[in-house]
């Protein structure tokens, strides 16, 4: 099983309003990220949690709050967010092989609107 | 810093036409290959992969062969389908560290 699942598929939000994205995966993976998209774009990494530990913090602003309840769940939290963060949310998941990255393995993502 | 560099888009292409996107990359030591492939609408699906120096990724009747003398990664398919519409990222992993690192991406479009 190479799956990784992300919910929901839609959110629309207020800039008022305080919601969660959340992703599962259960390949037995130790290192989990979380990417944005925008149209036509590669995706750009936002966070990275290894062995349950954030490691890397793509200077993202302090509306976006990931969390990683244990090794196969990845929340990304969002409070006050701007028109400007509507994008395409993808999570994402792979090996960690003495550090080095192996293939990631990405959700279907969450397609975010800020109203 | 490690990087990739990608054909720039869009193609469009008749089906059953030869599809090459090039990809070449810059990084220390030896980096892992990728093609991802996005549907649109749909998430990221790994294409396919190479993780050392000649050794050839195929999927899908796609292939890429990983060229350290020219540090490229090229996709290739010999008979392109509607299906394969879709945008094209190809992928590195450097082995210095947790980094990932995506080119620009190329959208095919496959006309009938």
């Known amino acids: 099983d190479t799956e990784v699942t992300q919910t929901p598929k839609h959110l629309v939000m207020g800039m008022t309003n305080k919601k969660s994205l959340k992703c599962e995966q259960h390949?037995?993976?130790?290192?989990m990220y979380w990417y944005k998209q925008k149209a036509k774009k590669p995706p750009e990494l936002m966070f990275v949690?290894?062995?349950?530990?954030?490691?890397i913090n793509e200077s993202v602003p302090s509306r976006f709050s990931p969390e990683c309840p244990n090794s196969s769940l990845l929340n990304l939290h969002l409070h006050a967010l701007q028109p400007e963060d509507s994008a395409l949310y993808l999570c994402?998941?792979?090996?960690?092989?003495?550090?080095?990255?192996?293939?990631?393995?990405f959700g279907p993502g969450t397609r975010l609107t800020v109203t | 810093g490690d990087s990739v560099t990608q054909m720039e888009g869009p193609v469009t292409l008749s089906e059953e036409a030869c599809l090459t996107i090039?990809?070449?990359?810059?990084?220390?030591?030896?980096?892992?290959l990728f093609w991802y492939v996005q549907y649109p609408g749909e998430g990221l699906q790994l294409l396919l992969k190479?993780?050392?120096?000649?050794d050839k990724g195929s999927n899908k009747g796609f292939e890429a062969t990983y060229r350290k003398e020219t540090t490229s990664f090229h996709l290739e398919k010999g008979s392109v389908q509607v299906s394969d519409s879709a945008v094209y990222f190809c992928?590195?992993?450097?082995?210095?560290?947790?980094?990932?690192?995506f080119g620009t991406g190329t959208s095919l479009t496959v006309i009938p």
């Open positions: 190479a993780t050392k120096a000649d």
């Open positions: 992928a590195l992993s450097s082995n210095t560290g947790n980094q990932f690192y």
């Open positions: 390949m037995g993976h130790r290192a």
């Open positions: 949690y290894s062995y349950e530990k954030l490691s």
């Open positions: 994402a998941s792979s090996q960690d092989r003495n550090g080095r990255v192996s293939e990631q393995y």
């Open positions: 090039n990809c070449t990359y810059t990084a220390t030591g030896y980096p892992s």
